[in-house]
């Protein structure tokens, strides 16, 4: 009996039906292609002698995570289709090499020493000007392990060497009593020029804190930091020794008082891109170094967490000196137009030191809609899953989509790295 062919085979081995499909899906993606905006100007990035950078976009809108300001139109992404997002494709560290695992406990990453201090997985992100009473919006969804809030150092040393951590004190405290866990961030730069400088007072119009000249891109510095006309920023001079050891002064009496709570999760050190200042490119990296290695000596029972993304000095030998010293690296961006390009070499780092430290990322403001063209949740956690692979991710609260797009994304797909840990 001859072989009988189905109707839809025929249509298979057609080939002008073949073309036909080819040329609609053409059509069906250029659109989308075509409208793909540049990443922003004056970026770049270096990483193993090789540098990237990025050209022809304008700084996005400001963030409510420093200026409490919303922006944008109500329209909300559609609610996530199809199958749940991928784990990335290394499931463990090799055999022998990075890497640990505890009685009751999955895999975790080298640097941490004792997992009963870890607790990986999704955080809602705060601003500083946000109020104890917002922490509620987590109480009751399981689905968040606790807050990263942002602190200015400003608050923090209203006087040279004298400290208020009050505020941290208080939302700590209510935090613990719901059941949740505190990440701190402490700013330095102010990124906003309509609000006031993140550093103390004192510091402001002091010249012993700053470079007191021009940089070599032409800025001035003004007391404590470099402005001009077109910046509209208060960015501090690293690698001025007063300044540094200031700074370093400031960890040191935060872990005093908080690397012992139990609540306390980790800490972040603020972003790279600070951009170059008269003292030059291997001046500012030790300034990083230092800090770096200062706040881990203060917070040796914490996760440490330096945040990178452009630098004016190899980030690819920064992050491994990092990896060695058991510190973090973690970013202010789940970009999806950025991870072919200006962040692509920096997203390979997070996740090549995935077993070694725990890589974390923010989804802030502008990662939703900043740039032409909108992503959901599920979408941003696509990215964030297969380019880092991170143990936290840490959710700004934007409004637009929060409650009816963020919530239900991370209900629906636990962060697979922590999912591992707890779930052994």
Known sequence: MPKRTRTSDRYLADPALIRLGILLLALVLAPSLSARPAPPSNLCIQVNGVERCAEGEDLPPSSPSESGEPSGSPNVPQPPQANSPKPAPDSGPPQGEAGGSGAGRGRYPASIANPDNFHPGYYVFFGERDSIDEFNLIRDIPAFVGVKKLYSWRKMEPQRGVYDFSEIERDLAYLQSIGKRLWLQVKETQYFAKYEPHVPQYMWNDPTYGCGSRSPDGRRFYGTFWRDV???????????????????????????????????????????????????????????????????????????????????????????????????????????????????????????????????????????????????????????????????????????????????????????????????
């Open 230 to 424: 077109h910046d509209g920023h208060w960015v501090v001079c690293r690698g001025d020794e007063e300044f540094d050891e200031r700074h370093r002064a400031l960890f040191a009496a935060l872990g005093n008082r908080f690397d012992r709570e139990p609540f306390i999760e980790g800490i972040t050190l603020d972003e790279t891109s600070t951009g170059l200042n008269p003292h030059g490119a291997s001046v500012i990296y030790n300034s990083f170094k230092e800090l770096a290695l200062a706040t881990k000596r203060a917070f040796p029972n914490k996760v440490v967490t330096q945040m990178i993304n452009y630098a004016p000095f190899d980030l690819g030998e920064f992050a491994e000196f990092l990896r060695e010293n058991g510190i973090a690296t973690g970013g202010p961006d789940v970009h999806p137009l950025r991870a072919d390009s200006a962040l692509k070499e920096v997203y390979a780092i997070h996740k090549r030191n995935h077993w070694d430290t725990p890589n974390n990322i923010d989804v802030q403001w502008c990662n939703w809609d900043c740039y032409g063209q909108t992503f959901s949740s599920r979408q941003l956690l696509e990215v964030a899953i297969d380019r880092i692979d991170p143990w936290y991710i840490f959710w700004e609260r934007h409004p637009k989509y929060f409650s009816n797009d963020v919530v239900p994304t991370l209900r629906e797909f636990p962060l697979p790295a922590a999912e591992g840990f707890y779930n052994r």
